[in-house]
């Protein structure tokens, strides 16, 4: 494991993604670390629209309860766009994002709690088990933010997932150079996340970036690089700058996916 790997996982924080980190965007200047918990998780056959009335009819009232009582910031839900079906390792990517380290997964006691009052009539088993028949946990990451800019994710955007593989010794110039060359963006949002855990040589991936276009419209144009680069980045080119990077990360996987459901409490929403 490089030193700077070492050093970022011995921090004991996490972070998003996609969601994944965003709201690290509007404490500018303040200490506190942000971090996120994401589940990739996979429908069972034929329970899709199920699933999607399991997240309005739950999930949001259920998380906008937990959120309203400080126990997270925000909570977002992101479909697959490309790939999906059986090639595609998550259906959805359920993330929760935090003000400092994440606390222990929720009690059943606490959870029961959150339902109540939320109006739900059910228990944490009971919401577990009707959960558990609808999708199939495939992972858990943790994530910490480095980076976000631009403005909140919006419910209906389109966000693409960027999974870099960051080589041994080089992750404090890979932050660099992202930082430098693609922090400023066009009219969405961009997020830079280290990943946390899990770990070891067997992850294919430590670090991601995430781009956030508000319209597909926006997502099929991309970054309006002709336009921007030579105003942002006047003395280098786009090819020098990609040759850099490559230098010392590469491209694992790349993912687009549809935020189809997002919760903050009180406190962020204010901000």
């Known amino acids: 494991m490089s030193s700077a790997r070492l050093r970022l996982s011995t921090m004991c924080v996490v972070s998003l993604a996609l969601g994944l980190a965003e709201e690290a965007s509007y404490a500018q200047g303040q200490p506190e670390v942000w ?52 090639s595609a390792r998550c259906d959805y990517r359920v993330a929760y994002t935090y003000k400092g380290n994440p606390p222990e997964d929720a009690t059943n006691d606490q959870l029961s709690a959150a339902l109540k009052r939320a109006g739900l ?37 389109y966000l693409r997932f960027n999974h870099w593989n960051v080589k041994t010794g080089q992750y404090e110039e890979y932050l660099r150079l992202e930082r430098a060359y693609w922090k400023a963006g066009g009219t969405g949002s961009w997020a830079l996340v280290g990943l946390w855990m899990p770990g070891g040589d067997a992850v294919p991936y430590n670090a991601m970036t995430i781009d956030v276009f508000p319209t597909w419209d926006g997502l099929l144009k991309g970054v309006p690089l002709d336009e921007l680069w030579s105003k942002v980045h006047p003395s280098t080119t786009v090819a020098d700058a990609m040759s850099q990077q490559d230098k010392v990360r590469s491209l694992h996987y790349q993912e687009i996916y549809k935020l189809v459901e997002r919760v903050e409490g009180k406190r962020a929403a204010a901000n």
């Open 35 to 86: 971090t996120t918990r994401e589940y990739c998780v996979k429908v069972a056959p034929g329970k899709g629209r199920e699933y999607e009335a399991f997240l309005r009819d739950v999930a949001v009232p259920l998380n906008q309860s937990r959120a309203d009582a400080g126990e997270f910031e925000w909570f977002g839900v992101a479909r697959a766009v490309a790939p999906v079906g059986s």
């Open 121 to 157: 009539g059910l228990t944490a088993e009971q919401m577990a088990e009707k959960r558990s028949a609808l999708i199939q946990l495939v992972s858990l990451d943790f994530w910490y933010s480095f980076e976000n800019v631009g403005p909140r994710w919006k419910k209906d955007s």
